[in-house]
């Protein structure tokens, strides 16, 4: 809603990353596995990609489904894609097409977005069964705002600590090395 603590937080988040749209990706990662641990899924970081030629995603993670088993087995490739777009305007579903083709069997796709996901575009998601998260602005927005309310952080500090630690985190190899690790 226009006005509240939330939109406030998003357009904030999509100024700063405006200039910069490929090192949204941190932010992106950051929030997926926010969701994913608040909701009991354990998530390990992997990496993020380099700002071009990422091959469709900007992230990579792995969920363990039996965190508690020797047997690797629950273990699962997660494949993000980042994507700061204006607020207004919906995100193309082409690049969650994409992100889809490069997911192999039993892999999860995490697509986040300053934006929103249009009708078409979620049931396309729904009738061709992609395993995407799909991550809009509005809950972006959502799960920053719990952050900085546990953390006692300015959004500005936040959002400079990620940066800092931006640079380290950059690599690349076939995701299902994030399996390994």
């Known amino acids: 809603t226009s006005g509240s603590q939330d939109?406030?937080?998003?357009?904030?988040?999509?100024?700063?990353?405006s200039r910069k749209n490929h090192l949204f990706e941190i932010l992106a990662e950051f929030t997926t596995a926010q969701i994913l641990r608040e909701q009991g899924v354990s998530y390990?970081?992997?990496w993020i990609t380099q700002g071009s030629g990422d091959?469709?995603?900007d992230f990579v993670g792995s969920i363990d489904l039996?965190?508690?088993?020797?047997?690797?087995?629950?273990?699962?490739v997660v494949l993000g894609?980042?994507?700061?777009?204006?607020?207004?305007?919906?995100?193309?579903?082409i690049h969650i097409a994409r992100l889809a083709a490069r997911l192999r069997?039993?892999?999860?796709?995490?697509?986040?977005?300053?934006?929103?996901?249009?009708?078409?575009?979620?049931?396309?998601v729904l009738a061709d069964r992609y395993p995407v998260m799909l991550v809009d602005g509005r809950r972006l927005a959502e799960v920053v705002r719990r952050?900085?309310?546990?953390?006692?952080?300015?959004?500005?500090?936040?959002?400079?600590?990620?940066?800092?630690?931006?640079?380290?985190r950059i690599g690349f190899g076939d995701p299902e090395e994030v399996l390994n690790r």
Not at 7 to 17: G, K, W
Not at 83 to 93: F, H, M, Q, S, V
Not at 106 to 122: A, E, H, I, K, R
Request: hydrophobic content about 30%.
């Open 7 to 17: 939109h406030v937080i998003l357009n904030e988040i999509y100024r700063y990353f």
């Open 44 to 46: 390990s970081p992997g």
């Open 55 to 57: 091959g469709g995603f």
């Open 66 to 76: 039996d965190p508690s088993s020797s047997f690797r087995s629950s273990r699962q």
């Open 81 to 93: 894609q980042a994507k700061c777009e204006k607020l207004e305007k919906a995100t193309n579903g």
């Open 105 to 124: 069997r039993g892999w999860v796709g995490v697509y986040v977005t300053t934006s929103y996901f249009s009708l078409p575009v979620q049931r396309e």
């Open 147 to 168: 952050h900085l309310v546990g953390s006692g952080e300015s959004l500005q500090s936040f959002l400079d600590r990620l940066m800092s630690n931006y640079a380290s």
